[in-house]
């Protein structure tokens, strides 16, 4: 069984920074398609940013010049660097991924539990 665990969240001011996590963990045998998702209270779920399994990367208007999405590949890890936050982007952020655990087994979504920014003075 494959599972995704955030970590890095937390409340940060206005301006400040913050670095999340996300690894797979478990039967693993590909991970390709890497993404954050948020959503914050009464809204509905937003796609922060994407990666594929080459690097190539794509960001919403809204983070674009401020967050940052990269991946290593041999920890099976996704990473979003957060830089000049805005209250904006207080949500709980969460991290997929597209896996097959097996090479005879379909890739399938992969969600983890995620994890809250605050960002508030």
């Known amino acids: 069984q494959a599972q995704l665990v955030e970590s890095g969240g937390g409340l940060v001011q206005p301006g400040g920074s913050l670095r999340l996590s996300c690894a797979a963990s478990g039967s693993i045998f590909r991970v390709s398609f890497m993404a954050w998702y948020r959503q914050a209270p009464g809204k509905e779920r937003e796609l922060v940013a994407y990666i594929n399994s080459i690097g190539n990367t794509n960001h919403a208007d809204s983070v674009r010049g401020r967050f940052s999405i990269s991946r290593d590949n041999a920890k099976n890890t996704v990473y979003l660097q957060m830089n000049n936050l805005k209250p904006e982007d207080t949500a709980v952020y969460l991290c997929?991924?597209?896996?097959?655990?097996?090479?005879?087994?379909?890739?399938?979504?992969?969600w983890g539990q995620g994890t809250q920014v605050t960002v508030s003075s």
């Open positions: 997929t991924a597209n896996m097959q655990t097996t090479s005879k087994t379909p890739a399938s979504t992969y």
